[in-house]
């Protein structure tokens, strides 16, 4: 099982492996950023309400 190396202490690590045996804990780096680059279209239209509504929220 991956874990956010750059962001999880050791004994947060240590308490993780002893609750999750037998499961193996994989450092990795960033894997949650990488994959949240990636917009599907219904991700992009959310994304474009949103914007839309905080532009409007400023029209006087």
Known sequence: MGFEQDD???????????ALQP????????AVENLRMFKDEDELAVM?????????????
């Open 8 to 18: 999880v202490t050791f004994s947060a690590y240590t308490a993780y492996a002893e």
């Open 23 to 30: 499961a193996v804990l994989v450092p990795v780096s960033k």
């Open 48 to 60: 474009q309400r949103a914007a839309d509504l905080a532009d409007a929220t400023f029209i006087v």
